[in-house]
């Protein structure tokens, strides 16, 4: 079946403007995630929805990132008045189920100029 | 949350088996021990997970020591595709989210 799907791949902007990344998870996964992960670090932990809402919002870190899963399905992260600093790949993963395996998507290398 | 450690980068000879170390001293009794893997321009993949006992499937064994403070990924035959960042998380509750750490970059060599 199909895996966890992340648009764009790629996205250039430059600083200040606002960008939204999407994630599609596994059909009828209830928890999705989002990480973000700089060059040769492990994937820092932003949010996790269980269904629509936001359980876990402790590793967003300031109020330009926000995200929504309104649906229960489909999530967005949006990121305003972005900055250099911003600049990772953007991971996300859903888990459906009791069990804990996470299933990541290929990411969204966000690069802000 | 619970921490691990791990050496930043091993390497092994193709056909080789490969043991991937992890320390966890402070694991709790709940704690379950998962293993990830990241591939170049990939994001993570599962490869094994315990709690107590050890665990095998068909990408990897896991060996979890008797007082649960170290544990260590074992891949049987690496191969070329092996080559990879492997990550030893702890995730004690439902619902929480996975503490990355910076891992253990595999090479492996032809």
């Known amino acids: 079946g199909a895996g966890v799907s992340q648009t764009p791949s790629n996205k250039v902007t430059e600083k200040g403007k606002y960008v939204e990344l999407r994630c599609d998870p596994i059909s009828g996964h209830t928890a999705l995630y989002w990480y973000r992960q700089s060059l040769g670090q492990g994937p820092e932990f932003l949010i996790y929805f269980q269904g629509t809402g936001a359980a876990d919002d402790s590793g967003l870190p300031n109020d330009r990132f926000f995200a929504v899963r309104p649906e229960g399905s489909v999530s967005t992260l949006k990121i305003q008045r972005t900055e250099r600093g911003d600049s990772a790949v953007y991971l996300c993963?859903?888990?459906?189920?009791?069990?804990?395996?996470?299933?990541f998507g290929p990411g969204t290398r966000l690069t802000v100029l | 949350d619970a921490k691990t450690t791990q050496p930043n980068s091993m390497e092994s000879n193709e056909e080789e088996p490969v043991h991937l170390p992890c320390n966890h001293s402070?694991?709790?009794?709940?704690?379950?021990i998962h293993w990830y893997r990241q591939l170049p321009s990939q994001g993570p993949e599962y490869v094994i997970h315990g709690l107590t006992s050890n665990v095998n499937n068909r990408m990897a064994s896991l060996a979890i020591a008797e007082d649960r403070k170290s544990s260590t990924l074992i891949l049987h035959r690496a191969t070329l595709r092996d080559a990879a960042v492997y990550y030893c998380i702890l995730f004690g509750n439902y619902g929480q989210n996975f503490v990355f750490g910076p891992g253990t970059r595999l090479s492996v060599l032809p």
């Open positions: 402070t694991i709790s009794g709940t704690d379950y």
């Open positions: 993963a859903s888990r459906g189920g009791s069990y804990n395996e996470q299933f």
